[in-house]
């Protein structure tokens, strides 16, 4: 399993205009159930990671770690991300198989 696929279809997703990134606007995602997945990068803080985690679990939203903050930024078009959050069921779905494949072959 290439890491590519993954980020390849967060960008179609950023294409799509079906996602937000930065904290902020994730956060808004997620509390306003507009999010069906929130996806942080491995090398964000504790603090976030926690945070992130503790919003995803009450709000009910599938959370994983993949890529780096410059990876999951270069992905979207944009510098370094923290965190993003995929806005539609199908990209999400689409995207939760890689990632629970990708960690079936570890």
């Known amino acids: 399993m290439k890491k590519d696929e993954i980020l390849s279809l967060l960008g179609l997703c950023a294409k799509a205009?079906?996602?937000k990134h930065g904290e902020y606007q994730v956060e808004q995602a997620v509390k306003g159930n507009q999010t069906f997945l929130v996806i942080i990068a491995t090398d964000v803080s504790e603090g976030s990671r926690k945070k992130y985690r503790d919003m995803c679990a009450y709000y009910k939203v599938p959370i994983y770690e993949y890529g780096t903050k410059e990876e999951l930024g270069r992905a979207i078009g944009k510098e370094f991300r923290a965190s993003v959050a995929i806005t539609d069921?199908?990209?999400a779905k689409g995207i939760i198989k890689k990632l629970e494949s990708r960690?079936?072959?570890r």
């Open 17 to 19: 205009g079906r996602i």
């Open 89 to 91: 069921e199908g990209f």
């Open 103 to 105: 960690e079936e072959h």
